[in-house]
């Protein structure tokens, strides 16, 4: 019987959980990585950056981490080190093409029309349809050529904090071009060698635009250059809850929320009514959980000094993937003066710096940086061909939860985090779900684990 051929888009964490998955079904994957080695978002990392998730929680299940490693939340460093060990250890890297970077993906089969009407994808809701095969044409990031590949299945490990940048959008003579000085994003900062890093900020007024994991790295890197003559300042619309650690009084917070128990407690997209009554009777117990965490970060943090409140609770924010820990000493900075917090709902840019609405004086700046996150939507869809995937990536205006929510499997639908109890670069789901019935499956897991 023919070998089935599995093309695998990234080799990240999840690539190479997916490669050394299908490895062991008997099955060809062929991983597809656009840059010169393996492990996604951590081969690029802020010098300061570290592992949001302890330890314990973020290793695979047949590789723990090494002895020599004793912290609980490594650095970037240890991070990639750990997982090049696993692939070296499994041998994956043998099947990862890297430098090459897919440029599109077709499917040559029955028309979209007829596959509209499939009840079943493949038609039969097999793992292989009979309907047809996947062409993925690549390109060879170094030379340029070109080549087209032909394979039975293929599994999207793209992630959503790389690729495309997400920049803010400006009136005409009021963005980056109104700006006499540097504008760049995160990743472009991320890109650079640590000891670049430092020299590229080291004199400058930087403006940091962000208040999630990037932004708070970015801008203590800045203030441990510049210090109190140069503060950066950290230019944000909205007060997040940023945690300090994940013992709010003391009780760990997977207690509290990443447990099977916790997702009673929220309503879910297609709940039946005894599960919507059961979520309505314990909504008080959920709202106490919820301020109980708060009054832990307030307890262990200046935020009302400062002005950092959230308006929004705890639970809406761990909801929706948004939860980031706080970098070690952080409001020390603020205290000293060598960060400066400051909310702007809304600003432009001007020849000096940046304006921001309801303020006389500009903000004078040398060099913005945004740290403001990714369009990962974008990037997914962007790589197919036929309009009816295109239209199923972009899902319904009406979503009850973002895109990166949502896995895409052509023929079934996988998390590919089987192995990693959890994962910095996505939600985490217990093992693989596979899911016959469509060609866009929404995976949810009892509550989405913070990136």
């Known amino acids: 019987m023919e070998t089935k051929k599995i093309a695998i888009v990234g080799a990240g964490i999840s690539g190479l ?28 990392t802020v010098e300061t950056t570290k ?3 302890p330890k314990p929680a973020y290793q695979f299940s047949d590789f723990p981490w090494p002895d020599s490693v004793t912290e609980d939340f490594p650095d970037g460093r240890q ?72 394979v039975d299945f293929v599994i999207l490990c793209v992630g959503r904090f790389s690729g495309v ?16 000085g540097e504008v760049i994003h995160s990743m472009d900062y991320a890109a650079m060698d640590y000891q670049a890093a430092r020299e590229f900020v ?13 932004a708070l790295d970015i801008a203590m890197e800045c ?48 709940e039946g009514f005894l599960l919507s009554l059961l979520a309505t009777l314990l909504s008080p117990l959920r709202w106490a959980v919820s301020k109980f965490v708060e009054s ?8 009302e000094k400062f002005g950092m409140v959230p308006k929004h609770s705890f639970l809406q924010q761990i909801s929706s993937c948004l939860v980031s820990r706080l970098p070690e000493k952080f409001y020390d900075r603020v205290e000293e003066g060598s960060i400066i917090l400051k909310k702007a709902p809304e600003f432009e840019f001007c020849k000096n710096g ?56 052509l023929n079934y639908v996988i998390t590919s985090n089987q192995g990693m109890h959890s994962s910095s670069d996505s939600p985490t789901s217990s093992d693989w779900v596979l899911g016959k019935h469509c060609k866009l499956v929404h995976v949810r897991d009892t509550v989405p684990v913070a990136s």
Request: one cysteine or more.
């Open 223 to 270: 203030s441990a250059v510049n210090g109190v003559e140069r503060p950066c300042t950290v230019l944000y619309r909205t007060e997040h809850w940023i945690v300090p650690d994940y013992l709010p009084w003391g009780v760990p917070l997977v207690l509290l929320y990443l447990n099977r128990f916790s997702e009673l407690l929220v309503h879910k997209p297609g």
């Open 79 to 150: 991070v990639l080190e750990y997982v090049e060990s696993y692939a070296h250890r499994f041998d994956l890297i043998k099947h990862v093409k890297f430098g090459t970077r897919v440029l599109s993906i077709g499917y040559d089969g029955p028309p979209g029309e007829a596959m509209r009407s499939w009840s079943l994808w493949g038609g039969d809701g097999g793992p292989f349809g009979s309907g047809g095969k996947w062409k993925i044409r690549v390109q060879d990031c170094l030379s340029l050529e070109t080549e087209t590949y032909e």
């Open 354 to 409: 940046i304006s921001i609405d309801g303020e006389v004086e500009p903000l004078n700046s040398d060099l913005v940086i945004f740290a403001t996150g990714f369009r990962g939507e974008k990037k997914l869809i962007n790589l197919f061909e036929s309009q009816l995937f295109q239209d199923c990536l972009s899902g319904s205006p009406n979503s009850i939860v973002p895109l990166y929510s949502y896995w895409l499997k």
């Open 296 to 303: 832990g970060i307030k307890r262990k943090l200046p935020l």
């Open 165 to 180: 940048p997400n920049i803010p959008e400006f009136p005409p003579n009021r963005g980056q071009e109104a700006f006499h």
């Open 17 to 44: 959980l997916a490669c050394k998955y299908t490895l062991s079904k008997g099955l060809h994957p062929i991983v597809f990585e656009s840059q010169t080695g393996i492990g996604g978002v951590w081969t690029k």
């Open 51 to 53: 592992l949001q998730t």
């Open 202 to 214: 080291r004199g400058k007024r930087v403006v940091v635009v962000g208040l999630q994991k990037s």
